[in-house]
Every structure is written in C-alpha cells, then in structure tokens.
C-alpha cells in the first residue's frame, strides 16, 4: 500500500468523496434512494452551518471516508459522536485503512470532549462487526434501533 493519509476532508474533495458515497449506497441498497448531489455535500459539511464532519483516507486517490455528525450533549452533559457512514473501497479492505479512519474519529471525538461514540452496522455485515469488535466495539443489547420513514412521518404529523 501507498503512503496513507488520513485528513479532513476540504471541498474539493466532494466529487471524489461522492463517489465513495454511491459506492456505499449500492453496497447497502438504498442507490435508488440516494440523493446527495455536490451541491447538498458541499452546503451540509462545509457550509456556515455544517451539520457533519467528513475525514478521507487517500493514498494516489481517495479511498475512503468517514462521516459523523455530533450531538452536543445528553445525560451526563458531554457530546455523543454518531458514525453515520464509514467506507473503504474494496481494494484497500484489511490494510488498516477502516481502523485509521476510526482512530481519526476517535481524536476527534476525544477533541470534542464526547463521552461515546456510537454507530449502526448493517445487518448481515459480519465483516464490519468483526472489524468493529476487534477495534473494542461492542454490540449494544439494551438499545434496539427503530426508525420512521417520510410517510410514516407524514402520518403521525396528521398530514
């Protein structure tokens, strides 16, 4: 493997950091779903009012990336960090990209002052929970994930 470089991401890392998205939604299976565009990338990371933080792993090119959103605090007054997408293409798969992205996070985090760092893994991914475990994750059992789609929203709002 190439030097590996593990960095914020900067703005005109968008068209190469959406490609590594589309890759990831094809992966999971929501590609037809998937909405993000250059313009949403650029306002929601690197806008005035940013809403995540994205880290890139790059070698001759990008091949891989990170994205966590933060919430400011709970319980115990400190931020939780939230993993929404971790990828690496699948050529730099077990050369230590996935975990350097992770450590990066981490730093982060610790930055920021959080008290944990949270993240979901596909069901079925038995490859991403063996990574994550031998990282020191643990499968949570007192939480079970629910979510609400745009027209179970609708629903409930009475609309």
């Known amino acids: 493997m190439r030097l590996l470089t593990i960095r ?4 005109d890392d968008v068209p ?3 490609e ?3 890759a990831l939604a094809e992966f999971e299976g929501y590609l037809d779903d998937f909405a993000v ?5 650029l306002n929601r990371a690197f806008g005035a009012a940013a ?6 792993a790059q070698t001759e090119s990008l091949c891989g990336y990170a994205v966590i959103q933060s919430l400011p605090f709970t ?3 400190r931020p939780s960090v939230r993993l929404k997408e971790l990828y690496v293409v699948q050529g730099q798969r077990s050369n230590g990209v996935g975990e350097q992205l992770l450590r990066r996070v981490a730093h982060w985090a610790l930055e920021q002052g959080a008290g944990r760092l949270l993240w979901d893994v596909l069901a079925g991914n038995d490859a991403a929970e063996r990574f994550y475990s031998r990282l020191g994750g643990r499968r949570e ?3 079970i994930a629910y979510g609400m789609d745009d027209r179970a929203l609708l629903r409930l709002a009475g609309r």
């Open 16 to 18: 190469a950091v959406l």
């Open 141 to 143: 059992s007192k939480w």
């Open 75 to 77: 319980f115990d007054l």
């Open 20 to 22: 590594l998205m589309r």
């Open 51 to 56: 809403q995540c933080q994205v880290f890139v």
């Open 8 to 11: 914020e991401a900067r703005p």
């Open 37 to 41: 565009d250059a313009d949403a990338l």
